[in-house]
């Protein structure tokens, strides 16, 4: 078999990490481990782009190969068990890496949430702790609920793509801004209907 075959056969499989214009090492961080690379090539994702916004902690820039005398990684891994890292710290435009994605994992901006769901893309949306009045984890918390993304904090990220299970996610329909209205007048104090 010749090296086009090879690539051929190898789908790309692209996981996007997005913080936004904002600094969230921790999220950062927490995708930047050999566990979540490990976890991410036994799902069949080939590659991880980072979009690092703000933050001072560089990921590394790595082709990281899973270990071939782990059981575990070759049962899953139905390619050759790398995942090719890269980063970036900000584009004019990050909708072609949403739309090329097949998998986003997200600060909790409602921007970004609310692009990747349009876009029927699969979405992790990490909490970002560090925030005071975090308006955005009851955004994600409540999207979550509904079963249209995941939700998370830095330090379960590991646990959450170990248990996802992207057929139980249900489409955001869109157009509808009532059930997001309501959450907005819920936070703010207002009546809901």
Request: with cysteine; glycine share 6%.
């Amino acid at each position: 078999m010749d090296g086009a075959d090879d690539v051929d056969r190898v789908k790309k499989k692209m996981v996007f990490v997005t913080v936004g214009t904002t600094c969230f090492d921790s999220l950062v961080r927490a995708v930047d481990t050999e566990e979540v690379r490990l976890e991410l090539s036994s799902r069949g994702y080939t590659d991880l782009l980072i979009q690092m916004g703000r933050g001072s902690y560089v990921p590394s820039k790595v082709v990281g190969q899973v270990d071939p005398l782990s059981s575990a990684a070759l049962q899953f891994s139905g390619e050759d068990g790398s995942v090719s890292v890269d980063y970036f710290t900000f584009s004019s435009s990050i909708a072609d890496y949403l739309k090329s994605a097949s998998l986003v994992i997200s600060h909790a901006g409602s921007g970004s949430i609310f692009e990747t769901l349009r876009l029927g893309k699969p979405l992790i949306v990490v909490v970002n702790e560090d925030l005071m009045d975090n308006h955005q984890c009851e955004l994600a918390d409540e999207l979550a609920e509904r079963r249209h993304l995941f939700c998370c904090r830095p330090r379960t990220l590991r646990q959450t793509l170990q248990s996802m299970d992207l057929e139980s996610l249900l489409p955001y329909p869109p157009g509808d801004a009532m059930p997001v209205a309501r959450l907005i007048n819920r936070f703010l104090g207002f009546p809901v209907d």
